[in-house]
């Protein structure tokens, strides 16, 4: 009787696939197979000890992942948030999900963390909605502080910034964050961790066709410099 104690084996997926007719299905089943446990795991768990901790954890990752692709339709991506952007937005969460407070540590771990925007030959590609200019998590002068950051940052010549207008046509609906260190989507109760290639390519190719929404350059500066602006 088949208790199901030990997962099955690379090839023993492979071999169901060959007998089912379903080869190409083989390395996304192996994929989730071997990430099943870390696929979907609640905040709550990996914020129990607060979050310092798993800004840490994530360092090795940022360090050895060289091309950052970002799409960001809520926040401002966490590589790029001020200390006080930062503060506002960890208090918050914090604050919900009734987590340990360790807001100031996290902080600071978020900061060390990135530091790669500055350090190494990391290059990054990262796309916002228009609407993560206005949303305000913390206070006015935090936000018009984050978004100067932004028009800082974004001359940086390892740094690809684009903006997806209020108003453009829409050829992809507004998605949930992502990145593709690791192609991790949060949502609000958990973060879920994508290994799977035909999941990867379908990821990849949502944020091609967002690119082609955004904006750079000038007039991505003037929709930032507009939001500063609209805080007074």
Request: glycine residues 6%.
């Amino acid at each position: 009787m088949a208790r199901a104690k030990t997962g099955p084996s690379d090839e023993d997926i492979r071999a169901w696939c060959r007998a089912c007719g379903a080869e190409g299905q083989a390395a996304d089943l192996i994929a989730a197979s071997r990430t099943a446990e870390s696929m979907y795991v609640h905040w709550r768990q990996i914020h129990r000890d607060g979050m310092r901790r798993i800004h840490e954890k994530t360092l090795p990752l940022y360090q050895r992942t060289l091309h950052f692709r970002v799409y960001a339709s809520n926040l401002m991506p966490g590589m790029l948030q001020t200390a006080d952007y930062a503060t506002g937005l960890l208090r918050s969460i914090t604050d919900f999900q009734g987590t340990p407070d360790d807001v100031a540590d996290a902080v600071q771990a978020r900061l060390n963390r990135s530091r790669v925007v500055h350090e190494g030959d990391h290059r990054f590609a990262l796309l916002l909605e228009e609407t993560v200019l206005h949303y305000r998590v913390c206070d006015d002068a935090a936000m018009a502080g984050q978004l100067r950051y932004l028009l800082e940052i974004m001359s940086r010549p390892n740094v690809s910034l684009g903006i997806i207008p209020f108003t453009a046509r829409r050829t992809v609906w507004p998605l949930e964050a992502f990145d593709d260190a690791q192609v991790a989507v949060e949502t609000l109760t958990a973060e879920v961790n994508i290994s799977a290639p035909g999941e990867i390519r379908t990821y990849l190719k949502a944020f091609a066709e967002l690119s082609r929404l955004a904006v750079h350059g000038r007039e991505a500066r003037e929709r930032i410099a507009r939001a500063v602006d609209s805080l007074g």
